[in-house]
């Protein structure tokens, strides 16, 4: 059932690929360049008169809603909220009949996430979910949605959801972005040809398993682990220093790299190991000269690189290569190096990595 391999978790990393595919599988049309969504389409109306979107999830979901919050302003030109579903449910939320709610749940069972929809829609919001599971709690409480196709996630740790929940966000964010006319037709034709090809680079940035693992060895004893990124990475950052947590034990924070200079590097020694996603597009001076300032106060970087990158091989102490491709479309393959990262840590560690401590796979409490 495992499919031959040791973990779901890394059955399900592998997955990916395919997951992704079956993701965006009738819904991308690149010959006839177009994006159909049944979900979207027949509420048109609403995503376009929205004055805003606002995005609730938890955990792994909610970074998939920061991950969009940059698609949909960058493409689609909406202004997005992205909020925990259980501080927005119990702050007195200012929601409207002009707003749109985007409810992020792998399982679709999550309680507090169920609680905001219910929320919204007693306030005449329009919601629409993002799920999983078919035939899910928050699958039937919303007004319309698209599902992940990504299959059954059995790890407690969230990983081809993740990445199918960004599949599904870029193909809203572009079809509004169409709709909307705020993205070229040429534009718009790239980035469909480029999304067409993520499943083969995340097949390629799986090959770095063996490097992953050689790493994994070097740092699974320190019991702190920083994680930077900028712009569509800095979610990804968030993400996976959560990986690392949930199954391996080892506190990691993420940070949006150009934040270290306000405290968090006041942490850096030579004990500490740093991720850094440092790939081409997005930033890449900027983060270039992050990675000085932590290379000068001995700080141990991994870098998570473009193909052929050299300015951040000078400096790292090791990098890790992904695929090239549009910004908006990275954090689809950066995040699967710092998969593998937790997942060999936690191995190596003698963790449980597919059902970790204290964890559970759907939190219907509260
Ligand atoms: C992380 C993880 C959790 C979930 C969170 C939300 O690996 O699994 O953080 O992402 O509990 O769950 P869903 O997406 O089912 O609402």
Redesign the pocket.
């Known amino acids: 059932e495992k499919g031959g391999f040791d973990h779901f978790m890394l059955k399900e990393i592998h997955e990916q690929p395919k997951a992704i595919t079956d993701t965006y599988r009738g819904r991308l049309l690149r010959q006839e360049a177009i994006i159909k969504m049944a979900g979207v389409e027949d509420n048109m109306k609403k995503f376009l008169n929205a004055d805003r979107i606002i995005i609730v999830?938890?955990?792994?979901?909610?970074h998939a809603g920061l991950v969009a919050e940059y698609i949909f302003e960058d493409l689609a030109r909406v202004p997005v909220e992205v909020e925990y579903a259980s501080e927005f449910r119990y702050r007195n939320p200012i929601i409207t009949e002009k707003d749109v709610l985007i409810a992020?749940?792998?399982?679709?069972?999550?309680a507090d996430?169920l609680a905001a929809i219910k929320l919204a829609k007693s306030k005449g919001a329009f919601v629409f979910g993002v799920c999983?599971v078919v035939g899910s709690s928050?699958a039937r409480e919303t007004h319309a949605g698209a599902y992940t196709h990504a299959g059954p996630e059995i790890g407690?740790?969230?990983?081809k959801?993740f990445t199918t929940q960004i599949t599904v966000l870029t193909l809203i964010a572009l079809r509004l972005a169409r709709a909307k006319g705020t993205i070229s037709s040429s534009d718009f034709r790239h980035h469909l040809l480029e999304l067409e090809m993520i499943p083969k680079k995340v097949e390629e940035s799986l090959k770095s398993d063996a490097h992953i693992q050689k790493i994994s060895e070097i740092y699974k004893d320190v019991s702190n682990f920083l994680y930077l990124g900028r712009g569509y990475n800095f979610p990804v950052a968030l993400e996976g220093a959560?990986?690392l947590k949930?199954i391996s034990y080892i506190h990691a924070e993420g940070y949006p790299a150009a934040e270290m200079k306000h405290g968090p590097i006041a942490l850096i020694d030579e004990n500490m190991p740093i991720v850094v996603i440092a790939t081409k597009k997005g930033h890449y001076e900027k983060v270039v000269s992050n990675i000085q300032e932590i290379k000068s106060r001995k700080g141990k970087i991994i870098g998570i690189v473009t193909e052929g990158d050299t300015q951040v091989r000078e400096l790292a102490d090791h990098v890790i290569e992904v695929p090239e491709t549009l910004e908006s479309l990275s954090p689809l393959l950066t995040t699967i190096p710092l998969q593998l990262l937790s997942y060999h840590i936690a191995v190596m560690l003698g963790k449980n990595v597919d059902q970790p401590r204290n964890?559970a796979?759907?939190?219907t409490v509260e």
Do not use: D, F
């Open positions: 999830a938890c955990g792994t979901s909610w992020i749940s792998q399982s679709g069972e999550t996430t999983n928050i407690v740790a969230s990983t959801a959560l990986k949930e964890l796979k759907s939190v």
